[in-house]
């Protein structure tokens, strides 16, 4: 199943997965899981697993922080929109 999502991940370029279970994970799971290796998210240092394994005890008594999701806004730095040259004046018809 991990091996599935590890393919998935890597066919449509996704940072990170979760596979949420209901049971603890195997170590064939795991090992599969360690081995999508670490996503930095740019311009910083902080890494999260790639694939990121959760079982459902864990989301509910964790909640928000059962998954590392690193947060970062994407409109940081927009660049601002061109002006248009007004330092010429327009004549008035009279």
Do not use: H, N
Request: charged share 25%; proline share 7%.
């Amino acid at each position: 199943m991990i091996r599935d999502l590890r393919g998935v991940i890597e066919r449509e370029g996704a940072p990170i997965g979760v596979f949420l279970t209901l049971s603890d994970p195997s170590r064939p799971m795991l090992t599969e899981a360690a081995g999508a290796g670490q996503y930095t998210l740019p311009g910083t240092t902080i890494a999260v697993p790639r694939i990121q394994i959760v079982t459902i005890e864990q989301a509910i008594a964790l909640r928000d922080r059962a998954v590392q999701i690193p947060l970062a806004r994407a409109d940081t730095f927009r660049k601002p929109a061109k002006e248009e040259d007004a330092t010429r004046q327009q004549a008035l018809d009279l």
